[in-house]
C-alpha cells in the first residue's frame, strides 16, 4: 500500500518542532508499504497537491500534535486548519485518512467526528503498521485493533492502550524535513521514556502517554542521539514529560550518552522534586545545558491544591543545584488555578524576585482537559457541564480572582520591564526572533539570553 504521513503543524512559538511522533508511526509499517512524509513546515500546500496527484496514496495518516496555544489571552485554535485539510485532502484523494497524535489523543472522539477522518488513533503510533496491514487485508481495523476508533464504531475509549510491542524510530537525516531542522538551528527531538505517575490536577500528559513509566533503555536511547548528532543535529530537547520523573533512569541516560560519546548539549522538562545532591552536576558533566523547570507557583497553598509533587524550598533547592552545575534554568508558571488568590500570586511574585539567573515563563490561564481533576473542579463548580465542548479552549475561572487581566496586569507590574519576565510563550514575534536567529547558526532554545 501507499502511504502518506503528514504533520500539519506550523506553529513557530517557541520554534518549529521536528514532527517526532510521525518516526515512530513511520517505523512501525512493515516492509513492503512505500511510506512518504509531507511536514507543512517545509512542503506547501501547492506542493501537497502535487504529492497527492503523484503518489496516489491509499492511506494518510496526520499527526494533530497541537489543538490550540494554550494561552487565555490571545488564543489560537488549530482546529479549523485541521479540518480544511482534511476536506483539501478529501476533494484531490480517496485515501482512507487516520489521524492520531497528542492533541488528538485528549479528545478523540470530538476530533474524529469535527475532522470527519475515517480512523482514529488513541495514544501510541505504534500500531499504526497493524492498522496498514489490517486495511490491506480487507479487515475492518477499529473492530480489530485495540485503541483505534472508527466513524461507526459507538466505543468510547478515552484513555491510551499503552503499546508494549516493538518500536522502531525511523529517522533520515536525507529526509527533506529533517533537513529542514538541521539547517535551522540544528534541533531535533529525542524521549527516553512515556508516561508520567504524577497526578497533577490540571494535566493532560498522563491520558496522553498513560500513568504509568515505560521506561527505555538508556544505551538505546542515547545510540538514537549519537545517530542525530552524527545526522548533523547540534541540540537535542528531551520530549518526556519530566525527564526526572525517574530520577535513577535519568541518570542511567546521561550516563550512557557520555560514554557513547553524545557532545552536543541537550534539555528538557524537569520537575523541581527533591533530587540528590549532585543530580544535575552528573548530567551537566553528561551535556545537560538546559533546565526547563514545570514550577507553576511559588506558594505552597497553590502547590498543593495543584498537587504538585514538591513544594517552594523544593524548588529553591533545586533552582540552586542546577546553578551551581552552571546550567541555564528556566521556571514555567501556571497562574490562576484553583487555589490561588491575589495573595498567592504575590506570594510567587515575590518567591520569584529571589531566584537568580533565570527566565520565568509565565502562563495564566489554566485549561480544561477532560480525564483530569480540573474537569471534576470545574464541573462542581458549574463552570462547564458534561456537554460542554472543550475542543474549543476553556479556561478555568476561579472566583477568587477578578480575571485574567488582572493576573497579566500584575505580573506586568512586577515585572517593570524586565525581559526575563515574560508573559505566556512570548507570542508569535519571539519564534519570528527565534527562527532568525537559528537561520544565522544559533543553536538550541535561545530562552538563556534572556536571564538574569
Ligand atoms: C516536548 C513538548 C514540547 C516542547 C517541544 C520541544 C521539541 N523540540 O520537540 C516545547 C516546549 C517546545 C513545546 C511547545 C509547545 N507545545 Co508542547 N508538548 C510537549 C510534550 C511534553 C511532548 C511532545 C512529544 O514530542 N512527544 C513525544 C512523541 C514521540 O509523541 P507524540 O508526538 O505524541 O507521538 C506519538 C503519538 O501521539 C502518536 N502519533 C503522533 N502522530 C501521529 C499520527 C498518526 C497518523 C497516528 C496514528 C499516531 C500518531 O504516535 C507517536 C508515537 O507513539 C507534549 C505533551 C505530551 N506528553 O505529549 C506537549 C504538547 C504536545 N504541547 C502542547 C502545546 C499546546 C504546545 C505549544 C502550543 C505551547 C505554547 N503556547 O508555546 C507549543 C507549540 C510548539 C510547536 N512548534 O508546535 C500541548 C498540545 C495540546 C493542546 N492543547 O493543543 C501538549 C499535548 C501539552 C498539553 N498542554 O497538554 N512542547
Ligand atoms: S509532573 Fe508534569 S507531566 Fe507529570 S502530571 Fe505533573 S504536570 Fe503533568
Same mark, same amino acid.
Given at each position: 500500500?501507499?502511504?502518506?504521513?503528514?504533520?500539519? +503543524?506550523?506553529?513557530?512559538?517557541?520554534?518549529?518542532?521536528?514532527?517526532?511522533?510521525?518516526?515512530?508511526?513511520?517505523?512501525?509499517?512493515?516492509?513492503?508499504?512505500?511510506?512518504? @512524509?509531507?511536514?507543512?513546515?517545509?512542503?506547501?500546500?501547492?506542493?501537497?497537491?502535487?504529492?497527492?496527484?503523484?503518489?496516489?496514496?491509499?492511506?494518510?495518516?496526520?499527526?494533530?500534535?497541537?489543538?490550540? +496555544?494554550?494561552?487565555?489571552?490571545?488564543?489560537?485554535?488549530?482546529?479549523?486548519?485541521? &479540518?480544511?485539510?482534511?476536506?483539501?485532502?478529501?476533494? #484531490?484523494?480517496?485515501?482512507?485518512?487516520?489521524?492520531?497524535?497528542?492533541?488528538?489523543?485528549?479528545?478523540?472522539? /470530538?476530533?474524529?467526528? *469535527?475532522?470527519?477522518?475515517?480512523?482514529?488513533?488513541?495514544?501510541?503510533?505504534?500500531?499504526? %503498521?497493524?492498522?496498514?496491514?489490517?486495511?490491506?487485508?480487507?479487515?475492518?481495523?477499529?473492530?480489530?485493533?485495540?485503541?483505534?476508533?472508527?466513524?461507526? &464504531?459507538?466505543?468510547?475509549?478515552?484513555?491510551?492502550?499503552?503499546?508494549?510491542?516493538?518500536?522502531?524510530? +525511523?529517522?533520515?537525516?536525507?529526509?527533506?524535513?529533517?533537513?529542514?531542522?538541521?539547517?535551522?538551528?540544528?534541533?531535533?527531538?529525542?524521549?527516553?521514556?512515556?508516561?508520567?505517575?504524577?497526578?497533577?490536577?490540571?494535566?493532560?500528559?498522563?491520558?496522553?502517554?498513560?500513568?504509568?513509566? #515505560?521506561?527505555?533503555?538508556?544505551?538505546?536511547?542515547? *545510540?538514537?542521539?549519537?545517530?542525530?548528532?552524527?545526522?548533523?543535529?547540534?541540540?537535542?530537547?528531551?520530549?518526556?514529560?519530566?525527564?526526572?520523573?525517574?530520577?535513577?533512569?535519568?541518570?542511567?541516560?546521561?550516563?550512557?550518552?557520555?560514554?557513547?560519546?553524545?557532545?552536543?548539549?541537550?534539555?528538557?522538562?524537569?520537575?523541581?522534586?527533591?533530587?540528590?545532591?549532585?543530580?544535575?552536576?552528573?548530567?551537566?558533566?553528561? %551535556?545537560?545545558?538546559?533546565?526547563?523547570?514545570?514550577?507553576?507557583?511559588?506558594?505552597?497553598?497553590?502547590?498543593?491544591?495543584?498537587?504538585?509533587?514538591?513544594? @517552594?524550598?523544593? @524548588?529553591?533547592?533545586?533552582?540552586?543545584?542546577?546553578?551551581?552545575?552552571?546550567?541555564?534554568?528556566?521556571?514555567?508558571?501556571?497562574?490562576?488555578?484553583? %487555589?490561588?488568590?491575589?495573595?498567592?500570586?504575590?506570594?510567587?511574585?515575590?518567591?520569584?524576585?529571589?531566584?537568580?539567573?533565570?527566565?520565568?515563563?509565565?502562563?495564566?490561564?489554566?485549561?480544561?482537559?477532560?480525564? &483530569?481533576?480540573?474537569?471534576?473542579?470545574?464541573? /462542581?463548580?458549574?463552570?462547564? !457541564?458534561? !456537554?460542554?465542548?472543550?475542543?474549543?479552549?476553556?479556561?478555568?475561572?476561579?472566583?477568587?480572582?477578578?480575571?485574567?487581566?488582572?493576573?497579566?496586569?500584575?505580573?506586568?507590574?512586577?515585572?517593570?520591564?524586565?525581559?526575563?519576565?515574560?508573559? %505566556?510563550?512570548?507570542?508569535? /514575534?519571539?519564534?519570528?526572533?527565534?527562527?532568525?536567529?537559528?537561520?544565522?547558526?544559533?543553536?538550541?532554545?535561545?530562552?538563556?539570553?534572556?536571564?538574569?
Amino acid at each position: 500500500m501507499k502511504i502518506l504521513l503528514l504533520s500539519p +503543524n506550523r506553529v513557530i512559538t517557541p520554534y518549529p518542532v521536528y514532527p517526532i511522533g510521525l518516526d515512530y508511526v513511520a517505523g512501525s509499517i512493515p516492509t513492503g508499504h512505500e511510506v512518504r @512524509v509531507a511536514d507543512l513546515n517545509v512542503t506547501s500546500l501547492a506542493a501537497l497537491d502535487c504529492l497527492l496527484a503523484d503518489f496516489a496514496p491509499d492511506i494518510i495518516g496526520i499527526s494533530c500534535r497541537n489543538l490550540d +496555544n494554550t494561552e487565555v489571552a490571545n488564543s489560537r485554535s488549530f482546529i479549523q486548519e485541521y &479540518t480544511d485539510l482534511v476536506s483539501r485532502l478529501r476533494s #484531490r484523494s480517496d485515501a482512507i485518512i487516520v489521524i492520531g497524535g497528542s492533541g488528538f489523543s485528549i479528545m478523540p472522539r /470530538q476530533m474524529l467526528s *469535527e475532522l470527519g477522518a475515517d480512523y482514529g488513533m488513541v495514544g501510541e503510533g505504534e500500531r499504526f %503498521g497493524l492498522l496498514v496491514e489490517a486495511i490491506a487485508a480487507g479487515k475492518p481495523p477499529a473492530e480489530t485493533i485495540p485503541g483505534i476508533i472508527g466513524q461507526q &464504531t459507538d466505543d468510547q475509549i478515552t484513555t491510551p492502550v499503552p503499546w508494549h510491542g516493538e518500536q522502531t524510530r +525511523n529517522f533520515s537525516k536525507s529526509s527533506e524535513h529533517a533537513g529542514f531542522y538541521l539547517e535551522k538551528g540544528g534541533m531535533l527531538n529525542l524521549q527516553s521514556k512515556r508516561g508520567c505517575s504524577f497526578k497533577c490536577i490540571y494535566c493532560s500528559y498522563p491520558a496522553i502517554e498513560g500513568a504509568v513509566h #515505560r521506561l527505555y533503555v538508556p544505551e538505546t536511547v542515547a *545510540e538514537t542521539a549519537l545517530r542525530l548528532q552524527e545526522a548533523g543535529a547540534k541540540y537535542l530537547f528531551i520530549t518526556d514529560s519530566a525527564f526526572n520523573s525517574d530520577i535513577q533512569h535519568s541518570l542511567a541516560v546521561a550516563r550512557a550518552f557520555k560514554e557513547v560519546g553524545v557532545t552536543i548539549p541537550w534539555g528538557g522538562f524537569f520537575a523541581p522534586v527533591k533530587l540528590p545532591q549532585d543530580y544535575f552536576s552528573t548530567l551537566a558533566e553528561c %551535556g545537560l545545558s538546559h533546565v526547563e523547570f514545570g514550577t507553576e507557583s511559588l506558594s505552597n497553598t497553590v502547590l498543593k491544591s495543584y498537587r504538585k509533587p514538591f513544594r @517552594v524550598s523544593d @524548588v529553591f533547592t533545586a533552582h540552586a543545584q542546577a546553578r551551581d552545575a552552571r546550567l541555564h534554568v528556566a521556571h514555567y508558571f501556571l497562574l490562576g488555578g484553583p %487555589g490561588e488568590t491575589m495573595e498567592t500570586l504575590a506570594e510567587s511574585l515575590d518567591n520569584a524576585e529571589q531566584l537568580e539567573k533565570t527566565v520565568f515563563f509565565f502562563f495564566t490561564g489554566m485549561r480544561i482537559y477532560p480525564q &483530569t481533576a480540573l474537569y471534576d473542579i470545574a464541573l /462542581q463548580e458549574g463552570l462547564i !457541564t458534561d !456537554t460542554t465542548d472543550l475542543l474549543v479552549p476553556v479556561f478555568y475561572h476561579n472566583p477568587n480572582i477578578p480575571d485574567y487581566q488582572a493576573i497579566e496586569d500584575l505580573v506586568k507590574e512586577r515585572a517593570a520591564g524586565r525581559i526575563n519576565w515574560v508573559v %505566556g510563550s512570548g507570542e508569535e /514575534q519571539s519564534g519570528v526572533t527565534v527562527t532568525k536567529l537559528h537561520e544565522r547558526g544559533f543553536v538550541g532554545p535561545l530562552w538563556e539570553y534572556l536571564a538574569r
